[in-house]
Nanobody, 123 residues
């Protein structure tokens, strides 16, 4: 059973940057696609970015293209989300999730979830 733990959240000013990490235990991420989602209070959990098992493919929500970068280090069983130029409306709990497949754009494929890390964007 793959277990995921996110870290790296915190308080940042608008326009600032954060790098989130998602570390897996109990299994290897090397063959699994991984994605980041986020959920603000009272809102749905939205897709942010996904990356294929080997890092060769990535896909982003339109709202974060050009500002966020998803990457992975399979040797460390870790996936990252570099977030630049953060906006107040992007404050949310950020979750990572691992897929059944080596790359997925479909939320239903993501079966392993972390508990999330809080990102607050405020001056």
């Amino acid at each position: 059973q793959v277990q995921l733990v996110e870290s790296g959240g915190g308080l940042v000013q608008p326009g600032g940057s954060l790098r989130l990490s998602c570390v897996a235990s109990g299994g290897s991420l090397s063959f699994l696609g991984v994605a980041w989602f986020r959920q603000a209070p009272g809102k749905d959990r939205d897709f942010v970015a996904t990356i294929s098992h080997n890092g060769g493919r990535a896909y982003y929500a339109e709202s974060v293209k050009g500002r966020f970068t998803i990457s992975r280090d399979n040797a460390k069983n870790t996936v990252y989300l570099q977030m630049n130029n953060l906006k107040p409306e992007e404050a949310a709990v950020y979750y990572c999730a691992a897929s059944r497949t080596n790359y997925s754009l479909h939320r239903s494929d993501f079966v392993y979830w972390g508990r999330g890390t809080q990102v607050t964007v405020s001056s």
